[in-house]
């Protein structure tokens, strides 16, 4: 299984609520990755996990909030964001570790913030 | 610093034809990864090719070469026999040893014309 998987595909929120992205991946990687997207920019680095431990956060706004259940679950928690959070979120992994690691991602999730 | 460079930001090809796409980068570390990724308009982020700074030959695969000049530090890609399916968004990404950070260049968007 070289898959990453990311739900939901689409999910608009108001700037009050309070959703989750969720990532999963079940390749044994022990690392894994939270990025942002705009249109016709490359993707954004957020947060990074190693072994299930926060190891990079890129100064990402607290409306931003990440979270590591197990080794194959990675969450986003949303609240309180804003219109300008509209983006596409995508989810990686990779091996931890090893030298070069490529990352495998997930198809993303299209946020919009109304 | 680590800096990745694409000056193309849009690239036109005829089916069936070979193209290259442009990448250069900039660091002082000796031991580094260079990575392409595709992007079709669905959002993946699909890995295509990997080549390691000591790598002493350029890395294949498939439809898909590297032309690996450490001395010029580029890293361009090569697709040859272009298909409609090639079009899309392509990242050249370089990483650190053992460090789970890309440095992602802006992308260069490949249009195949039938």
């Known amino acids: 299984d070289t898959e990453v998987t990311q739900t939901p595909k689409h999910l608009v929120m108001g700037m009050t609520n309070k959703k989750s992205l969720k990532c999963e991946q079940h390749m044994g990687h022990r690392a894994m990755y939270w990025y942002k997207q705009k249109a016709k920019k490359p993707p954004e680095l957020m947060f990074v996990y190693s072994y299930e431990k926060l190891s990079i956060n890129e100064s990402v706004p607290s409306r931003f909030s990440p979270e590591c259940p197990n080794s194959s679950l990675l969450n986003l928690h949303l609240h309180a964001l804003q219109p300008e959070d509209s983006a596409l979120y995508l989810c990686?992994?990779?091996?931890?570790?090893?030298?070069?690691?490529?990352?495998?991602f997930g198809p993303g999730t299209r946020l919009t913030v109304l | 610093a680590q800096k990745i460079t694409q000056t193309q930001p849009g690239m036109f090809v005829q089916e069936k034809e070979a193209v290259t796409l442009d990448c250069t980068y900039d660091t002082s570390d000796p031991s580094y990864g260079l990575f392409w990724y595709k992007q079709p308009s669905s959002g993946e982020m699909i890995f295509l090719i990997y080549q390691g700074s000591y790598d002493q030959q350029n890395a294949t695969e498939g439809r898909y070469s590297l032309n690996f000049q450490k001395a010029r530090k580029s890293a361009n890609l090569v697709i040859s026999a272009s298909q409609l399916g090639d079009s899309a968004m392509y990242f050249c990404a370089m990483s650190l040893y053992n460090f789970n950070k890309f440095y992602f260049g802006s992308g260069t968007k490949l249009n195949v014309k039938p």
């Open positions: 990686a992994s990779s091996q931890e570790g090893q030298g070069y690691n490529e990352q495998f």
